[in-house]
């Protein structure tokens, strides 16, 4: 019985094997045959139709060569370029249609006097194991002269060309490097995400700044010139062209003479400097400092200077106007003050008696004048900067209501400026502590976080902004570098219930400037406007409130000066948030800077239009 | 005759040779290394003498066939315990390509594993097939409706996972290779002849799903002349190279039409080209023989397999390696449109030349692992 069964089964398998085989064989048919048709159709081409596809390749002479856009320009608000594009010569070879490529190298060390003998040399190593039919670019400098030069005696180099092509330049080098960015080579990052038709003979790419944010702008789309060349790839002429459709000019904001002014104010310190107008959000001075040359990066920066830029300690690459997040210190103090008005936690009017500190749950916390301000008003509390007004203020509304009053100023959001990657900073509140802390909030916190210490952290972007909507008295500007069709002007406005309150803090600011105790009083004289101010001085370290000494202190550990500030006060021109970092006290560095910037860019508006700048008495 | 045949597998001469000791075919390796010769050469040449893409080329032929001799070693009852883990990772693969696939040209095929970057539909080439063979591997012959039909749905659930990628090209192929399984486990010629009348009569329904560069490609496929600067550009230069090669050809090196830039993707997906023009209608021949050798080993260490599981395979994966061939060639020389595939064995490239060589690892290791008796 079981012998049966095995019996079936083996017939069963030898059943199937010879069908399986049967397909095998099947198959192996379908392939000869199918590759038999392969080869009926080689031959019909290279037996058959042989003598006209060999006819076609002797005489394949048209092709397709691609003409690469030229990059829109980019001009400051008055027309001066800030961007421009300039012929610069190279030389390229091709080692198949070279004849003695050892006589070109030594022909070449004597054109390219600048050049490195040495570099050549193992350029030229390298070369003769490349593609030898593929055109390669000299990696170096061609000028003016030497191409010149180099058309004279090109007859005796067959298979080199000397080419021009365009070249970014930067006109006006480090000024404004920070909002203007730079080009440089595509990489390969960049270059998976680009469309590629799109860059077709191009090799760089806007890579920070105004030159990433409007690349697509700036860069045109390339066009195709069909070129008839002999068997050999020699170019006979030019056939039909499609011509590149050339990027973009844009105009920006700025106001390269203002902007390059404010560089030299902060000589060799560090920080940033914002100035925008208020009434457009139009930003006329970008500076963030220590700066770099853009030029570098065009073609691609060498080692040395980029490791010199990269570990200097300053950290030039670092844009402070937008990525520098700085505690804003008593540059907050007017946003407070009006939240807590607006709100009614106190009147304009109400005085507190400031001893010269404050004390709360067992802990003092100083004012900046160790013997007390006295007596002190609203007004007061903004022009002298009083610290313990606020910190009694404080407690009474609570963080969440100092959030609440600082976020429609864009304080821990995004200005959404033209530049990618800007910073957010920190609006603390009792929500955030316990989402990014997980801890409760405390009551000391709120206590430093109204003189803008703790948590607290602005870019200066932020501050200019801030500034220049309390400017405004309330209506909300975006601030942005591209001048432009007008953006939408439906503008939105910061609620505000008692019009009067503006009037409340923006007096308090005016007193900064010219009363008669305001912090920066020394600065707001003898001005030819009014001016309404804020100094700021930011803790960089905590000196567990001790004695503060500043020569004792190693210089990157002393405290930012801040300034805020917009002048005229009755017709706002020009917001100015400035942070000098390690600069010390607000009104001894960062006040003089901003007043000579707003003089420098109101001057001329003053002889433009005397009347409606007179300033009352 | 007929008790020699119901005999299991004649008893094999094992030699004590190097080849036997390390799992080996020696005629499946002789063919592979012609084959590699000449793509080293074809490689040199197209790229234009450069030495640096020669050597990363020579480079991955020599990952590609330790890599080979290791699959080698493994022994097919252990791939069929694994096969449905193998089959369940992948799929789980193509659906994370989905999800957080890095897109690449307008396709996301890739997966970013951190270190390295993973294309899990190269890894499906051949993990359908095996899969599709497990579940014959004890099925009757013909098989039973139900498990043709589970059959098609695992080929189904693959392919439609890549083509949403998309990749049609690439879809169509590796459902190909379940396909050949499902043939070769005796799917009923009246469904095969259905199934073909069935798609083209469908032909007009993909047209409407495909995507703007694929209907692109169709066109200029049935009428490359009418776009001579865009698309068809690439076909029309091709015939030129080989049309242009003649019958002995322009001699090694001597491709103008890869050498003056007119012959794009002149080592990759159009290196036939190049070799074409330069070896003419007997260099063609002479690698179409090499490929048929190839393919006849390849069919032959099915015929002499044990089991369902492994003869299953080596046709599917031998069946595979044609249809690359022929799908190249074809588009190549204007018979088929242009999908961007390589040359098997002969394109510069790293991906595929890999998963050939494993499929070929896996082809020797069914033909060395045999046990000397059957029950």
Known sequence: MSEQLKFNSDAEAFQQKRLFRFRLYFAYGFVLLLFAFLIGRMAHLQWYNFEQYHGLAEGNRISVETLPPTRGKIYDRNHILLADNQPVYALSMIREKMEDIHAFELELMNLLEGSDPEKIEAYFKKFRKW??????????????????????????????????????????????????????????????????????????????????????????????????????????????TLPATPGEDIHLTLDIELQKYAESLFKDKVGAMIALDPQNGEVLAFASMPTFNPNLFVDGIDQKNYSRLLNDPYRPFINRAINGQYPPGSTIKPFVALGAIENDYISPTK????????????????????????????????????????????????????????????????????????????????????????????????????????????????????????????????????????????????????????????????????????????????????????????????????????????????????????????????AVAVIVENGGSGSKTAAPMAVNLMKHYLEEKLTDTTTQLESKP | MKLENIQP?????????????????????????????????????????????????VIRIGIALVLMILFAQIPPNIIYLFTPWLFAAGILMLIAVILFGDVGKGAQRWLDLGVVKFQPSELMKLVLPITVAWLFAHSQFPPSFKRLFSGALI?????????????????LLIAMSGLFVLFFAGLPWKVILAAITATVASAPIAWHFMH???????????NPETDPLGSGYHI?????????????????LGSTQAHLDFLPESTTDFIFSVLSEEFGLLGVITLLTLYSAVIARGLYIASQAQDNFTRLIAASLSMTLFVYIFVNIGMVSGLLPVVGLPLPLISYGGSSMITLMISFGILMSIHTHKRLLTD
């Open chain 1, 131 to 240: 593609n030898r039919s593929k055109s390669y670019t000299l990696p170096f400098s061609v000028s003016e002269e030497q191409a010149a030069r180099f058309s004279v005696i090109s007859y005796k180099f067959p298979g080199v060309t000397l080419t021009a092509r365009l070249k970014r330049v930067y006109p006006h080098k480090s000024t404004a490097v920070h909002a203007l960015g730079y080009v440089g080579r595509i990489n390969t990052k960049e270059l998976k995400k680009l469309n590629e038709q799109e860059y077709l003979g191009t090799n760089i790419i806007g890579k920070a700044g105004i030159e990433r944010f409007y690349e697509d702008r700036l860069h045109g789309s390339p066009g195709v010139q069909q070129i008839e060349t002999n068997a050999r790839g020699r170019i006979l002429r030019k056939l039909e």
């Open chain 2, 155 to 171: 080929i189904a659930l693959t392919a439609s996972l890549i083509v949403v990628q998309p990749d049609l090209g690439t879809s």
């Open chain 1, 351 to 574: 005085k507190i008696y400031d001893p010269g500190y404050f004390d709360f749950a067992g802990h003092r916390y100083r004012d900046w004048k160790r013997t007390g301000h006295g007596l002190v008003d609203l007004n007061a509390a903004i022009a002298q900067s009083c610290d313990t007004y606020f910190y009694e203020l404080s407690l009474a509304m609570g963080v969440d209501a100092i959030h609440d009053t600082m976020s429609p100023f864009g304080f821990g959001e995004k200005t959404n400026i033209d530049i990618i990657g800007e910073s957010k900073g920190i609006l603390p509140s009792q929500q955030w502590k316990m989402e990014t802390k997980g801890k409760p909030w405390y009551r000391g916190e709120t206590i430093i976080s109204s003189i803008g210490q703790g948590y607290n952290l602005t870019t200066p972007l932020q501050l200019a902004k801030a500034t220049a909507i309390l400017a405004n008295r309330g209506k909300i500007i975006q601030p942005h570098l591209l001048k432009d069709e007008l953006k939408d002007s439906s503008s939105s406005q910061v609620a505000i219930k008692k019009i009067s309150n503006w009037d409340s803090v923006i007096q308090g600011m005016v007193d900064v400037m010219h009363g008669k105790k305001g912090t920066a009083r020394r600065h707001g004289k003898d001005l030819p406007f009014k001016v309404a101010g804020k100094t700021g001085t930011a803790q960089v370290f905590s000196l567990n409130q001790g004695k503060y000494n500043a020569d004792e202190l190693a210089k990157r550990l002393h405290d930012h000066s801040l300034f805020i500030g917009f002048a005229p006060v009755d017709n706002p021109k020009i």
């Open chain 2, 212 to 222: 703007a560069y694929q209907k692109q490609r169709v066109l200029t496929f049935l």
């Open chain 2, 236 to 252: 029309i230069q091709s015939k030129i190279a080989i049309g242009s090669g003649g019958i002995e050809g322009k001699g090694f």
């Open chain 2, 9 to 57: 597998q004649q008893v094999y001469r094992r030699n004590k040779g190097l080849l036997n000791a390390l799992h080996i075919d020696g005629w499946l390796l002789l063919g592979l290394l012609l084959l590699l010769a000449t793509s080293i050469a074809i490689v040199y040449s197209a790229s234009g003498g450069d030495e640096a893409v020669t050597t990363r080329h």
